[in-house]
């Protein structure tokens, strides 16, 4: 071991675990470039402002989780803690929502930092996928985005998770149910930070997953029962659309998640293996966040789904993978003449577009082969100076162990014939 570690909280992707990771990323993905999402990449780091405003100054991911930071030449950043804002500020700055191409669909994959306290499930350094439609307000980009991520679990083999949703209402409704909330939350014995909080975004006092705080709050008015009229149709034809996809979820009325840009359609997946932090992705609508960021008026709706806790979810659910092997042939080559000659062919495999490698280190054949093994390679090449001798290389069948001679200029034809 050297003398450093990875950070607290962190952890190092690592092969042969690395691939479920690439695997995850690509199954998320390919759902959305099947659907119109063109792929977004933005910097790590942001102007600080941009999350304080956009994320909200009273939520935690703000207050207490951000790794906010001063440059030397005075510039305040702060790493990413998700990615809508960064997204939508790329979106405006490029103008994209000029081009008169409305919505613009875009996806992403990437490290988002939060300074959260560790657990399993929860670092600090995570890897999410996720996906914005930007500029359109109708219901049925919404709904198309709870089926893409619904897809993507399903074609990963997950089966065990929940869909949760919920409307956070609109600039007509919220308020007078906020008004409301902050009343009722008055009322309850309440420590000074959360009345504080009740103040500021009482919203998020829903949230509190502490058992004496839940307890007194099952009474709480509920926002479905203050949507206005537009919110409510909207709604409804979410639910209608996402039903008729055939993908089931709950309605969960006190779905309000951590952050202030939601409005509208809100949803979350859970899933029921993974303890404490069962939130696997989450999303919603976010029809104010444009203007809170200094651009014009750009109904949005998108989600981000966790790459860590998909893995761990899989893992909880017992699914393997189908992985691609990654290697599908091994050259051992004994002896100078046979190093050179392999080595070519290595070349030659990899650029037709198999999966080749080459016993590096001037091992003998034991070690070799050892090698040879541990790869998972189907074949083996081995070649000796007799072999070269008789113009010839041994492939062997490492699955059934048959080897037989083929001739030195066949041998690249021979293994793309039988690996088809
Ligand atoms: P959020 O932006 O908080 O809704 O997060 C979206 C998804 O990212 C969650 O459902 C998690 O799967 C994942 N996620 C968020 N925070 C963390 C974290 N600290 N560690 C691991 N995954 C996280």
Same mark, same amino acid.
């Given at each position: ?273 993974? =303890?404490? &932090?069962? +939130? @696997? /992705? ?6 104010? #966040?444009?203007?809170?960021? !200094? ?105 059934? =162990?048959? &080897?037989? +001679? @083929? /001739? ?6 021979? #293994?793309?014939?039988?690996? !088809?």
């Amino acid at each position: 071991m050297s003398t450093f570690q990875a950070p607290k909280g962190t952890y190092d992707l690592i092969p042969p675990d690395s691939a479920k990771f690439l695997a995850v990323r690509e199954a998320i993905a390919a759902p959305l470039r099947n659907s119109g999402y063109g792929y977004i990449e933005t910097p790590g780091f942001e102007n600080v402002e941009l999350f304080a405003r956009g994320v909200g100054e009273s939520t935690d991911i703000v207050t207490k989780e951000m790794y906010a930071f001063e440059t030397k030449g005075g510039d305040q950043l702060a790493l990413r803690p998700e990615g809508t804002a960064s997204v939508l500020r790329a979106a405006l700055e490029a103008n994209l929502h000029k081009a008169g191409n409305l919505p613009v669909k875009l996806w992403y994959s990437g490290s988002y930092y939060r300074y959260e306290r560790p657990q399993k499930g929860r670092y600090r350094h995570f890897s999410q996928v996720g996906a914005e439609a930007i500029g359109a307000e109708d219901p049925a980009l919404d709904a198309e985005l709870i089926i893409l991520a619904d897809q993507a679990y399903r074609s990963l083999g997950l089966r065990e998770f929940r869909i949760l949703l919920n409307s956070l209402g609109d600039k007509e409704c919220r308020p007078v149910y906020r008004a409301a909330l902050q009343d009722f939350l008055h009322g309850l014995d309440l420590d000074e930070e959360t009345l504080r909080r009740a103040d500021i975004n009482p919203l998020r006092v829903l949230d509190d997953k502490r058992p004496d705080v839940q307890k007194q709050l099952t009474e709480a008015p509920l926002l479905r029962d203050y949507l206005c009229d537009a919110c409510k149709a909207y709604h409804e034809e979410v639910r209608e659309l996402i039903t008729a996809a055939g993908v089931a979820f709950e309605d969960d009325p006190r779905l309000v998640r951590g952050l202030d840009y939601y409005t509208r359609t809100t949803f979350e997946f859970v899933h029921d293996g993974l =303890g404490s &932090q069962s +939130a @696997v /992705g989450g999303g919603g609508r976010y029809d104010g #966040l444009s203007e809170m960021i !200094g651009g014009p008026a750009l109904p949005s709706v998108g989600w981000a789904l966790g790459v860590d806790r998909t893995v761990l979810a899989l893992e909880a659910e017992g699914v393997e993978l189908e992985l691609p092997s990654t290697t599908s042939v091994f050259a051992v080559p004994l002896g100078d003449e046979a190093r050179r000659l392999l080595f070519a062919k290595v070349t030659e495999l990899r650029k037709v577009g198999i999966a080749a490698d080459f016993s590096y280190g001037h091992k003998g054949l034991k070690g070799a082969m050892k090698n040879a093994n541990r790869s998972g390679a189907r074949y083996t090449v081995v070649a000796g100076e007799r072999d070269l001798a008789d113009g010839v290389v041994q492939l062997k069948d490492m699955e059934s =162990g048959d &080897q037989t +001679a @083929v /001739g030195v200029n066949e041998i690249v034809a021979e #293994l793309e014939s039988r690996l !088809g």
